[in-house]
């Protein structure tokens, strides 16, 4: 790959759908989730826990738990469709053209393998071309490239002899092992400290410019996303409520959601000198979810007006933004006065 955007994308979701099977009945926890990410961009998703942004990622790499099934919906990688194709084309497209981030390096990496050794095979598996020895050199050269020091003698060491940091770079290395087109990150950041989060994240942002990779990122935190993203969807109760640039949901968010999702962030309350207004109430349980608009029960625009008994599709307000809410275009007049 080389380090231009096409503007074409690698990575098309369309109107994915994911349900379980639970002791007390079918539970849809992804509902119609769609979004598409190109060569060199980076695309975040962002909504509060449960709000189906691991599962999304989970359904298009099929690696669902068992009670789990995609019931709808299309991934097209280039000109694979991830949905239909066999568990053989799926191993080969994960950690190859696609790799994977998640959280906790720990539960990812193998406790009984050098790093060295869990890199190798991963090359071994998905660049055929190399030798034992264009291999090593490549393992070195990951880690180097990750701010691994002591790369070549580092990689002979296990998981445990790194630090939290250095394991997710080692995350980071293996992942980026094979160039793949693209990089699927599920909150990479959020077990690590404040200074290591920064350093990850200028990481993945350095190597992409320097791959070309298209970066899809998971975050439940938005200043992660205002750092580097280049446009984002927010999810919530498994749907995309609002899409856009950076810009637009930051300077024009039109869900209400959003919107308390950006005034609840802490940077901003610190700022302003205010208290912290999260989100009033939980997010719904999937298993039930409210009729017509999910977030109608935590709205401050709905005010309990009929029309949010009816779900709001995505609708595109300008240049790449969409919001589902049947008020899109209102501002609440009680945050006009909060930003007084
Ligand atoms: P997040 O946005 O925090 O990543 P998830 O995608 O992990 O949220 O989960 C979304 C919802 O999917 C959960 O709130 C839960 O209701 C449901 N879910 C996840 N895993 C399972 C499972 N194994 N069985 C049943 N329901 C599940
Ligand atoms: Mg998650």
Redesign the pocket.
Known sequence: MTAETTGQPVLRVEDLTTE?D?AGGT?R?VNGVGFAVAAGETLGVV?E????????LLSLLGLL?A??RVVSGSVRFGDLELIKASERRLQQVRGGGIGMIFQDPMTALNPVMTIAQQIDESLRRHSRGLGRRGRRARVVELLDQVGIPRAARRADQFPHEFSGGMRQRAMIAMAMANRPAVLLADEPTTALDVTVQAQILDLLQELQRETGTALVLITHDLGVIAEVADRAVVMYAGRVVEEGTVTQLFHDPRHPYSRGLLRSRPTLAAVAGAELPAIPGQPP??ARLPEGCAFRPRCDRSAGRDACLSRPELIMIDGGHAAACHFEAETEPAELGRSA
């Open positions: 379980f639970t539970v926890a909504g826990s449960g709000s189906g942004k691991s599962i999304t738990p009670n789990g349980n999937p």
